[in-house]
């Protein structure tokens, strides 16, 4: 019997400690996975707070600033540029041409001075309101903004001028500037010679019209057979047409006739 009751009690006891150390055990996980909801409802709450603070903060922001901000970020990897007022030496933008103007110009050019010699100089794309003035109550003061001649020869000793001469190009806007040029010289009573805007302008053909056109302005010419002054003709049909003469003004009476522009 006292066998039996020990057996019992022994039995009951360890019953009783299984029990108490299961209670335990679900004690610590309740609280383990309390503790761990507790964390996660706080991360939350962070969470939340933090994109409430940036939300507000951008709203605080100017948006010029936050584009800019976010077009850097998507754009990293712009490199940038030294400042205007950086130290560092540019490379030469410049280089000299080989030669002074176009070689159209530059072939009528020297054939003119040949023709001119060195009593005159020669400008080339004068501006004209650096020789002609105008009345502004007449004519407006942007009449002549933008308008220049081909080139200018003036005397040397005071650098008056002398003529003028214009490069004609092909086209309407050529044809209306030379007809605006044409008045021009016609007011301020100086001769305008014209060449076409090509290559091959002999000196002979500049001296024609160098003769015709401005010699023959300053300077009278006698018939070499009865005496009498002779006046400037043009040749309009024949070998000799466009080519300009020197004719006795008693013709058909007298034929006295000097060619102009003779070049040898």
């Keep these: 019997m006292r066998d039996i009751l020990c057996f019992c009690y022994t039995e009951s006891m360890v019953g009783f ?18 503790k761990r909801e507790m964390e996660a409802f706080l991360e939350a709450d962070m969470s939340a707070l933090e994109a409430f603070k940036t939300v507000n903060k951008e709203k605080a922001l100017d948006p010029i600033e936050v584009k800019a901000k ?43 001075q040949k023709v001119v010699g060195g009593r005159y100089v020669i400008f080339v794309k004068v501006p004209v309101n650096e020789f002609v003035r105008i009345e502004r109550e007449k004519t407006g003061e942007k009449v002549l903004r933008g308008k220049w001649i081909s080139m200018l020869v003036c005397k040397s000793s005071d650098l008056s001028v002398v003529c003028g001469i214009q490069l004609r190009g092909a086209g309407m806007e050529f044809e209306r500037e030379f007809g605006f040029l044409k008045d021009l010289f016609r007011q301020i009573e100086k001769p305008l010679l014209d060449f076409p805007l090509v290559r091959d302008i002999s000196r002979a053909e500049i001296l024609e019209q160098w003769q015709t056109l401005v010699l023959a302005s300053n300077q009278a010419r006698n018939c070499p057979k009865c005496g009498n002054q002779m006046t400037m003709r043009k040749a309009v049909k024949g070998k000799n047409a466009g080519r300009s003469f020197w004719v006795c003004t008693r013709f058909p009476s007298c034929n006295g006739i000097t060619r102009i522009g003779r070049f040898n």
């Design 17 to 34: 400690i299984t029990f108490c150390v299961i209670a335990t055990l679900v004690v610590i996980l309740l609280r383990y996975l309390r």
């Design 70 to 112: 976010n077009f850097v970020t998507a754009n990293s990897n712009i490199v940038n540029l030294p400042a205007a007022s950086s130290s560092q030496p540019l490379g030469s933008v410049y280089e000299l041409k080989k030669n002074v103007f176009d070689e159209i110009y530059r072939s009528f050019y020297q054939n003119l």
